[in-house]
């Protein structure tokens, strides 16, 4: 069975053909720049090919279109005809408390989607502008819808509600949702796989550590807390995002800069986390390099990512009385030895006891805590789109 898979942002498309059976990856690829001009990038794993074309892509069904011309192309296509597409899989950020897991798309979920537009306004439209597409230029084929903010449905009340007056959770939909869902669900799965344990005896602490990060509390399988909020600029700092602040310092710095609502938004989006503090790079990779240079202000960004992660795993294992595993996971997490080992060091109190030498790993499943650790710390390579094929190929059955 080949399930596309489609992650459409607001001028981007990424996509990804794979039988999630077997978990091979026919093709995949990234469309840039729609609205504006238009190009696409077409990798073919079988052949370590790579394509790249200027196509025009006014819109997301132009972006479809050229997809599928590159997937069906004589010379780098992977599919002879459009019925070897037996489903698309969209990911969707939000799904409000509408949906608790993944959905075959009908008008009613459409209508559902759209309702939550409100609570993601950058990126719901575009994840509809995509099915839409797609239904468009694949009349017929199945389409399955898998949520950001599904797997976070689970936490109580308690987790997730603001200690605002109550109406405007009641009334106006404020409250905590969670994203990255697809990606902590499948890590905690995976841990409780390499620990040969039935995940429902397990308590898991999952960090998602990339350019967006979110930390996630996984007790018995089921999100209990995460540290992203109502919006994902909530939790840690991250590439461009501030996280979690005092709401009063908006209010102080709109005054005394005379800052619109928008601008104060886009600081705090754009031009904070470790990129604000650093003045560096909200890449973590250009932030070690200046760090080692002697740059004090990228050395604190780190610093400061690293000791807020410390401190979420130190809550949340309070939160949930204990924890067995702790799991490193997207770009940072998969890729930086030196955060993993700052980040669970001096931990050793709860039980965790890192194997400096097991974590210079990168990029595979690996056991990076000592033998004796009696709390187990995991890398494992997240594979959102794996979940999505798999979501969708069980819902378009
Ligand atoms: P996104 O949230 O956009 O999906 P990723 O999960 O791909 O992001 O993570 C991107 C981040 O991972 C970047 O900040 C990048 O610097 C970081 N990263 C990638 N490789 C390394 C590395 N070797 N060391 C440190 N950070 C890395």
């Known amino acids: 069975?080949?399930?596309?898979?489609?992650?459409?942002?607001?001028?981007?498309?990424?996509?990804?053909?794979?039988?999630?059976?077997?978990?091979?990856?026919?093709?995949k690829g990234l469309c840039e720049r729609i609205g504006i001009d238009g190009r696409l990038t077409h990798k073919v794993p079988a052949t370590d090919s790579k394509h790249e074309f200027e196509i025009p892509m006014p819109t997301h069904a132009e972006a479809i279109q050229a997809v599928?011309?590159?997937?069906?192309?004589?010379?780098?296509g992977v599919i002879k005809s459009m019925s070897e597409i037996d489903a698309v899989g969209h990911r969707v950020v939000h799904g409000g408390e509408a949906f608790a897991e993944s959905v075959k798309i009908d008008d009613s979920v459409m209508a559902a989607?759209?309702?939550?537009?409100?609570?993601?306004?950058?990126?719901?439209?575009?994840?509809?502008?995509?099915?839409?597409a797609c239904q468009k230029v694949m009349p017929?084929?199945?389409?399955?819808?898998?949520?950001?903010?599904?797997?976070?449905?689970?936490?109580?009340?308690?987790?997730?509600?603001?200690?605002?007056?109550?109406?405007?959770?009641?009334?106006d939909k404020?409250?905590?949702?969670?994203?990255?869902?697809?990606?902590?669900?499948?890590?905690?799965?995976?841990?409780?796989?390499?620990l040969g344990k039935p995940i429902e005896e397990l308590k898991i602490i999952t960090c998602h550590l990339g350019n967006g990060s979110s930390v996630t509390a996984v007790d018995g399988g089921k999100s209990?807390?995460?540290?992203?909020?109502?919006?994902?600029?909530?939790?840690?700092?991250?590439?461009?995002?501030?996280?979690?602040l005092d709401a009063g310092i908006i209010e102080y710095l709109m005054e005394r800069h005379n800052y619109s609502i928008e601008e104060m938004l886009n600081i705090l989006n754009k031009k904070?986390?470790?990129?604000?503090?650093?003045?560096?790079?909200?890449?973590?990779?250009?932030?070690?390099?200046?760090?080692?240079?002697?740059?004090?202000?990228?050395?604190?960004?780190?610093?400061?990512?690293?000791?807020?992660?410390?401190?979420?795993?130190?809550?949340?294992?309070?939160?949930?009385?204990?924890?067995?595993?702790?799991?490193?996971?997207?770009?940072?997490g998969e890729n930086s030895p030196a955060q993993r080992l700052e980040i669970a060091s001096g931990l050793e109190f709860m039980g965790v006891k890192m194997d400096p030498e097991a974590n210079n790993a990168r990029g595979k499943e690996t056991v990076i805590s000592a033998a004796d650790s009696r709390?187990?710390?995991?890398?494992?390579?997240?594979?959102?789109?794996?979940?999505i094929a798999q979501d969708t190929a069980r819902l378009a059955k």
């Open 1 to 27: 069975m080949n399930i596309l898979v489609i992650n459409a942002g607001s001028s981007s498309l990424k996509y990804q053909l794979m039988d999630p059976d077997t978990k091979v990856i026919l093709a």
């Open 375 to 387: 709390v187990k710390v995991l890398l494992i390579p997240t594979d959102e789109e794996l979940v």
């Open 272 to 332: 904070s986390g470790v990129l604000g503090v650093s003045g560096v790079s909200s890449d973590f990779r250009d932030l070690g390099d200046a760090a080692e240079h002697g740059n004090h202000r990228a050395d604190l960004a780190v610093e400061c990512f690293n000791y807020d992660v410390k401190k979420l795993i130190g809550a949340y294992a309070a939160a949930m009385g204990g924890v067995d595993a702790i799991v490193f996971t997207a770009g940072v």
């Open 68 to 76: 599928l011309d590159a997937l069906l192309s004589p010379e780098h």
């Open 113 to 132: 989607i759209e309702e939550c537009i409100p609570l993601a306004p950058l990126h719901n439209p575009a994840n509809i502008t995509g099915i839409k």
């Open 224 to 244: 209990v807390d995460t540290s992203m909020g109502f919006t994902p600029l909530a939790g840690l700092p991250m590439g461009t995002r501030a996280g979690d």
């Open 140 to 171: 017929g084929v199945p389409m399955v819808a898998v949520f950001d903010t599904a797997f976070h449905q689970t936490m109580p009340e308690k987790a997730y509600i603001y200690a605002l007056p109550y109406e405007y959770y009641e009334k």
């Open 174 to 194: 404020v409250r905590r949702y969670g994203f990255h869902g697809t990606s902590h669900m499948y890590v905690s799965r995976r841990a409780a796989a390499m």
